[in-house]
């Protein structure tokens, strides 16, 4: 798991790449490495900060293949390198070390990008054909690695892992992106091609781009999701046992590592499997990290402890007061990267933080909730159906004055929130509703918050999905290609590499997450029940206690944090902010906002922490581009 940035141009800029390099020092702190060569009038610069996993003393970057004719700069794990290692060695490939990212040279020299499907893990990277003189970016297929990019004035081409570390460039300016804020306020995340910032793209999950001579060809998808197939003529006990051995396999992939690795151990049933398959393997040895809340709406350490006693692995879990985490808001968003409005960041810098300080490698449970069925906005969209069945006069009159009359509640995932969100945003088709549902501001108000939105539709709404008859498959494929990559694995890889992490979701293994998606949704949302098949396969593997208990996220007390010791630092950004010197934003929308949620008229606490965090982003990068 590393750092990778790189430009081409015609007037190379020398202390351009040391600049992006240092930006993103912390995704690899055991190593630095530049290339530098040629092609045409063209000066192609290649850079690498490495964090070792996988052949410590040998896997140093960039690297070349046997004759380097091709240079890679990368950044990930590719699990499955040494299958593919042997079938090149009787192709006839020679390799000087045991690193995965020789076998990722070679296998391109051997397939091309035709080859990218066979890579099983999370990757970005950029490969150069010294003879062809022509560049590739890549990114894993369900987004787990990020990689941003964007044209240079003369032609040429700059990415990296980070958008900062792009910025550092000089060659791109910061100017904010209208598709991108309007993406940002919508979806609390800004789904790729754009970023929040106007020139610069993001690579979609499962996408190559290709830049040859001063022309950047168009992203191609290199995979995509599929529909899920018939009901399988198998019994639900018979699948469950299929679907344990698969994350048996996947885990015992994930754990292929030069150094120790530990576990993210939230108590909920997606990390406890690969704890408990981790444990299986590894047995006493691996240490399982988890945080604790000291308000008992957000904490779910018990059953973190009730799992990790029931493996006998050695619990590190730190108990979080409000004030240890209101300590570390400016220091995580600063670690932030690109704007991204899940509050849950800040408790996942803190695990990340604590597991750093003993291994650099985790396993954890992303990826259980999309493929599994797990979300309750899965089973919500039964309910609207029910729910379009009785009077309008009900749900028109009756209704919302009913909800007038609940007190506004701050506890995580409160039953008022619930129902005000539902009955506001439920009359709507299925993909519509499922994100309005998300979303910080509604599509109507964005045009009033964002000058210059009229006739711009947030991106994740644009979403090509593969035709189904299956409702509720069609969401999860919906989250799988939006959410998941945009905020869930986003929040982790930006959390987990600013201490030098790396975080492995063994849920996501090809051939697991292919599986998954050939099974129709009964399989997984069955009688109201989300993660069916999971539970049945968990049965008498995990306590009853965790496989039954409700899902809960990571979440964190914000309504009451910005109505309480965040109110000042809120009222500060609506009075002096350079946002509004961009003049995107309606200023006066969200004072309104913040006014009804101070007197607890609404619970406008989403788009008031967005505007929060974008302000803290603008602030640091322009000081580091003055700088």
């Known amino acids: 798991m590393c750092g990778i940035a790189g430009y081409i141009e015609k007037q190379p800029r020398p202390a351009a790449l040391s600049r992006m390099l240092a930006g993103i020092a912390h995704r690899g702190p055991d190593g630095e490495g530049e290339w530098r060569g040629e092609g045409g009038p063209w000066r192609v610069s290649l850079g690498h900060r490495r964090l070792a996993i996988i052949d410590l003393l040998a896997g140093a970057q960039p690297m070349g293949n046997a004759d380097d004719s091709l240079?890679?700069?990368?950044?990930?794990e590719v699990y499955n390198f040494l299958e593919l290692r042997a079938r090149l060695e009787r192709e006839g490939h020679v390799f000087k070390n045991h690193s995965d990212t020789e076998v990722i040279v070679h296998h391109f020299?051997?397939?091309?990008?035709?080859?990218l499907p066979d890579l099983n893990g999370m990757f970005a990277f950029?490969?150069?054909n010294v003879r062809t003189k022509k560049l590739v970016l890549a990114r894993d297929r369900m987004g787990i690695k990020p990689l941003?990019?964007?044209?240079?004035?003369?032609?040429g081409i700059v990415f990296a892992s980070e958008l900062s570390a792009l910025l550092a460039h000089g060659g791109v300016d910061a100017?904010?992106?209208?598709?991108?804020?309007?993406?940002?306020?919508f979806s609390d995340y800004v789904h790729p091609p754009h970023s929040i910032v106007r020139r610069v793209r993001k690579l979609p999950p499962g996408y190559t781009v290709a830049w040859v001579d001063g022309r950047l060809e168009e992203p191609r998808p290199f995979w995509r999701p599929s529909a899920p197939a018939p009901a399988p003529e198998a019994t639900d006990q018979e699948l469950s046992d299929q679907l344990w051995r698969g994350l048996e396999r996947a885990v015992d992939t994930q754990l292929i590592a030069d150094v120790p690795v530990g576990i993210f151990l939230s108590g909920g049933i997606d990390s406890s499997i690969v704890a408990t398959l981790a444990a299986r393997k590894a047995g006493s040895r691996m240490k399982a990290f988890s945080i604790g809340f000291e308000n008992p709406t957000f904490d779910e350490s018990q059953y973190a402890r009730l799992v990790a006693e029931r493996l006998n692995v050695e619990h590190v879990i730190e108990h979080l007061r409000e004030r240890d985490l209101l300590d570390v808001v400016d220091v995580a968003l600063d670690k932030l990267d690109e704007p991204?409005?899940?509050p849950s960041f800040l408790p996942t810098f803190v695990l990340s933080r604590l597991a750093a300080k003993h291994v650099k490698v985790v396993v954890g449970g992303d990826g259980g909730d999309e493929l599994w069925g797990g979300y309750p906005t899965y089973r919500a969209h039964v309910y609207a159906a029910l729910y379009a069945r009785i009077p309008a006069w009900l749900r028109n009159e009756v209704v919302?004055?009913?909800l007038?009359?609940?007190?506004?509640d701050d506890r995580y995932q409160s039953l008022e929130w619930k129902l005000r969100r539902f009955t506001e945003r439920w009359d709507d088709d299925d993909v519509t509703r499922h994100l309005r549902w998300m979303s910080s501001i509604d599509r109507p108000d964005l045009p009033l918050a964002i000058r210059g939105a009229e006739g711009v539709t947030p991106p994740t709404l644009n979403t090509v999905l593969p035709a189904t008859g299956d409702r509720l498959a069609r969401l999860m494929l919906l989250d799988l290609v939006t959410y998941m990559p945009g905020s869930v694995l986003a929040k982790v890889d930006r959390a987990s590499m600013a201490h030098g992490l790396e975080v492995r979701p063994p849920f996501l293994d090809n051939d697991l997450a292919a599986w998954a998606l050939s099974l129709p949704s009964t399989y997984k949302v069955r009688r109201d029940r989300g993660k069916f098949l999971l539970k049945l396969a968990a049965k008498g593997k995990l306590p009853d206690a965790v496989i039954e208990r409700p899902k809960k996220g990571f979440g964190i007390p914000l309504a009451a944090w910005l109505r309480g010791p965040l109110q000042g630092r809120i009222e500060d950004v609506l009075k002096a902010s350079p946002i509004w010197d961009t003049e995107i934003l309606n200023r006066s929308v969200f004072q309104e906002k913040n006014r009804e949620h101070q007197t607890k008229q609404k619970d406008n606490s989403k788009p008031l922490w967005a505007l929060f965090v974008l302000d803290r982003w603008l602030r640091r990068t322009r000081a580091a581009l003055a700088a």
Do not use: K
């Open 148 to 155: 941003y990019y964007a044209t240079l004035p003369e032609g």
């Open 109 to 115: 020299e051997q397939h091309g990008e035709a080859g």
């Open 404 to 408: 007038e009359h609940l007190p506004i």
């Open 400 to 402: 919302p004055r009913a």
């Open 175 to 185: 100017e904010l992106s209208v598709e991108g804020v309007c993406s940002y306020f």
């Open 71 to 76: 240079i890679i700069t990368y950044n990930g």
């Open 126 to 128: 950029a490969l150069w």
């Open 340 to 342: 991204m409005a899940d």
